[in-house]
């Protein structure tokens, strides 16, 4: 059985850094790509970042994220992380993990397994 759980998150005020990890169970975690997504409410769910199985990154295009979220991995602890700094109000979502069999993805829908997801609050 797959699982994915995050980890985390929490209430930090705006300009803060959090580190969330994804601990991944039950797949071959050496070859699947994991990815960060983050939902908002009343928002559509939003790719962060992801790292493949052959350790290339990705990150989203948008400027609201770009610069401040850094995603690392480490294959012997079966883990992803998201650091992110200089945290802004805006940033407060729920933070979901997601794996894929895809080298690369920014969509949704091509990640098959998903986490119950952290709740990140930046206050002002």
């Known amino acids: 059985q797959v699982q994915l759980v995050e980890s985390g998150g929490g209430l930090v005020q705006a300009g803060g850094s959090l580190r969330l990890s994804c601990v991944a169970s039950g797949l071959t975690f050496a070859s699947h790509t994991i990815g960060w997504f983050r939902q908002a409410p009343g928002k559509e769910r939003e790719f962060a970042a992801s790292s493949s199985w052959s350790d290339t990154t990705a990150y989203a295009d948008a400027d609201s994220m770009k610069g401040r979220f850094t995603i690392s991995r480490d294959n012997i602890k079966n883990t992803v992380y998201l650091h992110m700094n200089s945290l802004e109000p805006e940033d407060t979502a729920v933070y979901y993990c997601?794996?894929?069999?895809?080298?690369?993805?920014?969509?949704?829908?091509?990640?098959?397994?998903w986490g119950p997801g952290t709740q990140v609050t930046v206050s002002s």
């Open positions: 997601a794996a894929t069999r895809l080298r690369r993805s920014s969509w949704a829908k091509d990640y098959n397994y």
